[in-house]
């Protein structure tokens, strides 16, 4: 009997142990380097892809793409789209979705920091971060996108730029020129 509670309570540490070091990952490494996991509501997401004019061929990427939601939504539509986790966890399981869904030839997911992500060959970027996070990446946005890549942001603006969309909180830029950031302020 005491081999029964010994067993019990192995199990029960090691299940702590695993719950800590994803809440870990979850929110505070992913809030130290752009945001923590939210999940969107499936609205929202459905709203994000049309506001962004997925079409069949795009190239998308969601910039921290925590359980994969958007990326699914953007491959069911015909996108090919990639995210960019570093959540090892989140990762595991967006791909599992994938699988799942019979979608995993139009996604890929990366255990990468999106800081570091060529970003030139992205038709849409999806991002849910902190403004402080957006406001270091609008430089990265303007040096590696092309004219006419749209950023799509939601529930936060990138302070600064104009948004040629707002909708229910989602917010949809389009990289003009990017030699002449000005064409992008408010």
């Known amino acids: ?59 998308v990427a969601d910039l921290g793409s925590g359980d994969g939601s958007i990326l699914l939504e953007a491959a069911r539509r015909g996108a090919k ?27 890929t997911v990366l255990r990468r920091d999106f800081y570091t992500y060529p970003l030139d060959k992205i ?12 406001k270091k990446l609008r430089e990265k946005f303007l040096s590696e996108c092309r004219p006419g890549t749209r950023i799509v942001s939601n529930a936060f603006p990138i302070k600064g730029w104009r948004a040629i969309m707002e909708k229910e909180g989602v917010y949809v830029y389009e990289i003009k020129n990017a030699q002449n950031p000005d064409t992008h302020k408010t």
């Open 1 to 59: 009997m005491i081999y029964i509670y010994l067993f019990l309570i192995v199990i029960l540490v090691i299940g702590a142990a695993i719950f800590l070091w994803f809440l870990i990952w979850t929110v505070i490494i992913g809030d130290l380097r752009g945001a923590p996991f939210v999940a969107s509501r499936r609205n929202k997401i459905r709203l994000m892809c049309d506001l962004a004019q997925i079409r069949p061929g795009m190239a």
């Open 81 to 107: 789209a990639i995210g960019l986790e570093i959540n090892p966890f989140l990762v595991w399981f967006s791909r599992l979705r994938a699988k799942r869904r019979g979608l995993h030839e139009k996604i």
């Open 123 to 134: 038709d849409v970027i999806f991002v849910y971060l902190w403004p402080e996070t957006m």
